[in-house]
């Protein structure tokens, strides 16, 4: 997880050089969902129970819904 969040900020900090206020909640916010996305799919991919139960009875459902 920790090497996706650097490599994430490292790329947003070569193509997001300016200061504004808009680029430094981005810099906060894309490294940390990515950090989240690798910590699930980890978990996902080791068959942690917890995962499992949040995919089956959370995620899979939502994701039925807005397919239609």
């Known amino acids: 997880m920790a090497v996706v969040v650097i490599i994430s900020l490292q790329l947003f900090d070569t193509y997001f050089t300016e200061g504004s206020f808009r680029n430094k909640i981005l810099r906060v916010v894309i490294p940390s969902l990515t950090g989240m996305i690798a910590y699930g799919a980890a978990a ?8 499992q139960y949040i995919y089956n009875d959370f995620l899979k459902p939502i994701a039925n819904k807005i397919r239609g």
């Open 44 to 51: 996902f991919g080791l068959k942690i129970e917890e995962a």
